[in-house]
């Protein structure tokens, strides 16, 4: 059975860093791509950014372009999400979320999710 555990969110001040850690378990996700979405009150859950199981391949949503960077450790079977100069506006549950193959944006692609951790940015 596939279990993601994300961690690191927290309360930060605008232009503050936090990093998020997803650990998946349950299966090998050598051929899986990984992906952080967040979802604010109200508001539809939305893709940030994914990172493939091929060498270099990374997508961002452009509002957290040069802000964010996705990374995996393939050993440990974990993504992480550096957020950098983070605005009130990044304010959200974030979700780790895994599917097998390319990067895709819409949250319909991905099988398997986490619980989410909460980002609160202060002004």
């Known amino acids: 059975q596939v279990h993601l555990l994300e961690s690191g969110g927290g309360l930060v001040q605008a232009g503050g860093s936090l990093r998020l850690s997803c650990a998946a378990s349950?299966?090998?996700?050598?051929?899986?791509?990984m992906a952080w979405f967040h979802q604010a009150p109200g508001k539809e859950r939305e893709f940030v950014a994914a990172?493939?199981?091929?060498?270099?391949?990374?997508a961002y949503a452009d509002s957290v372009k040069g802000r964010f960077t996705i990374s995996r450790d393939n050993a440990k079977n974990t993504v992480y999400l550096q957020m950098n100069s983070l605005k009130p506006a990044d304010t959200a549950v974030y979700y780790c979320a895994v599917r097998p193959g390319g990067v895709m944006y819409n949250r319909g692609d991905y099988d398997y999710w986490g619980q989410g951790t909460q980002v609160t940015v202060s002004s």
């Open positions: 349950g299966r090998s996700f050598s051929s899986y791509t």
């Open positions: 990172v493939s199981w091929l060498p270099g391949i990374t």
